[in-house]
């Protein structure tokens, strides 16, 4: 595990981009994991503004997202097809074929989630896995639970995730309760993971998660047997530990 500190969120993006960047120029034609949520909307902003300066080509990229809620579509802008588009795919020259997602629509659980696995091991894995961090440790939707799951499958998801996800939607009721995400296999197995980190909220967990035992009550802690795991956080999120 390296660990890269930053003084503050923009930080964080720009270091965590010039690797994803480092990555893409070495292979163009690298398969990047990628997530959503709140952590990596400065990285992309950071990727995008590489590419317009000419810098970074994504003609080549192939991209397979974490995870997206089941039963949604995706033109509902709080999918994470949408957010992906709205917040790099648009901006950028990669091709559309190139861009997988868990699909939403497909209400059949066993055969997206298998679909899903097949994407990736067609590609031959992932060359860089971008991941956010859960308040209580998930990494994708993989929830804490009394084991780790290995493939993609289907979650329900904790009530702390449906709290933490309420301010992207007008009411509770509204964010869905179930979610598709890749398993544990496909992170474990990208041949880098980059975890990005920031806010005091999420100073606890990092700390449970890098500096306590590898347990699947805290999902991200197997990312401690990774060996190319890089954890790149603000001052505030490594504030409870020695970094
Ligand atoms: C999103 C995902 C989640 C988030 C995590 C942190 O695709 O996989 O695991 O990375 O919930 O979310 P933020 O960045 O909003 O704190």
Redesign the pocket.
Known sequence: MRIIKAADYEEMSRKAADLIAAQILMKPDCVLG???????VGTYRCLIEKYQRGDLDFSQVSSV???EYRGIDRENPQS?WYFMHDNLFHHVNISPERINVPDGRNLDAAAECRRYDRVIENYGGIDLQL?????DG?????EPGPAFVMDTHCVDLEES?ID??QRFFESREQVPRQAY?MGIRAIMQARKVLM??N?KN?AEIVRKAFFGPVVPEVPASVLQMHPDFILIGDEEAFSEIEA
């Open positions: 990628l997530a959503t949520g709140g952590t990596p997202n974490l995870d994470y991941l956010g961090l859960g308040l998930h990494i994708g939707f993989n995730t933490a996800n995400t990005i980190v806010g999420k």
